[in-house]
């Protein structure tokens, strides 16, 4: 059984990084960093790069993600860190390791394009898919058409992660617009992986497009949507979903889940506010 929150803070950095070292769930592994990085910065850093040159694949992924953000964006060690992880970009093979390697240096180049666009769209060719993964998020930020236009290839990709990342590059970004972006997003709807369904629905209704209305509609009425539909109400803002979700209220049972009663509450009081 997963521990919660307050024991995770009560253990020890090592305990932390063995925990994150065996942990293959993205969002939990972001976790365990931003946790890690609460420690002493010096220790942290020392335990990372030490970790960076183990003979252990696992040891050397997560010493190269604790030199990049915390999993909240916070990147604390700056150049000594980038060294690092530009020599391990040099001589890595291991697809798991280079894919938290790519990751961690697009995070802490600044001036010094370590990873120009012209790498990253190298390694969006790779044939190892946690590589492709890894240049997909470390473009997530870049504006430059070659990069969006890349993109929106991959979510095609033949492997879902990649599809989700990609999906999701795009579609958080709505003032990246255009037919051929809404286009692709549309596609997605229908992907066989449901979180990239997820994000394709979240990205189109970000951009108000119209299309979403009937699908969010449709999956309010059923009786059970998920909170992702809630956030999906809420970025299309299109007060005619104001009855259906006020219904959902209504006829939600006794004692719902707290978590969706809000999405569900805070849904409505947002479509509420709509054009006042």
């Known amino acids: 059984m997963p521990m919660d929150q307050e024991a995770l803070m009560k253990l020890s950095m090592d305990e932390l990084v063995r925990l994150a070292i065996e942990e293959e769930d993205e969002d939990a592994l972001a976790g365990y960093l931003e946790l890690i990085h609460a420690h002493v910065p010096g220790e942290v850093f020392g335990k990372a790069s030490g970790l960076c040159k ?47 390697v790519i990751i961690s240096a697009a995070d802490l180049q600044d001036e010094d394009e370590v990873l120009n666009l012209d790498t990253l769209l190298e390694y969006t060719r790779s044939a190892q898919p946690e590589i492709r993964q890894g240049a ?54 229908d992907d066989d992986d449901e979180v990239t369904s997820c994000e394709a629905l979240l990205g189109l209704a ?46 939600s049972r006794e004692d719902p889940d707290e978590e969706w009663l809000s999405w569900l509450k805070n849904a409505i009081e947002l479509l509420e506010k709509q054009g006042e």
Do not use: C, H
């Not at 095609?156 to 958080?172: H, K, L, M, P, S």
């Not at 119209?210 to 299309?236: C, H, M, N, Q, S």
């Open 54 to 100: 183990s003979a252990d694949a696992g040891e050397r992924r997560i010493g190269a993600a604790i030199l990049g953000s915390g999993g909240d964006g916070f990147v604390p060690f700056g150049y000594k860190a980038l060294q690092i992880v530009t020599a391990m970009l040099k001589g890595e093979t291991d697809p798991a390791v280079l894919k938290a």
């Open 136 to 189: 997909v998020k470390a473009m997530w930020e870049l504006d430059d058409p070659r990069a969006v236009s890349r993109l929106l290839e991959l979510t095609r990709d033949e492997d879902f992660r990649v599809r989700d990342w990609a999906t999701f590059g795009i579609g958080y970004r709505p003032e990246l617009d255009s037919p051929e972006i809404r286009e692709a997003l549309l596609e997605r709807l």
């Open 206 to 251: 970000a951009r108000k497009d119209a299309r979403v209305y009937d699908i969010i509609l449709d999956t309010i009425k059923d009786g059970e949507p998920g909170t992702i539909i809630f956030e999906a109400a809420e970025e299309l803002g299109d007060k005619r979903l104001l009855e259906p979700l006020r219904k959902l209220l209504a006829d």
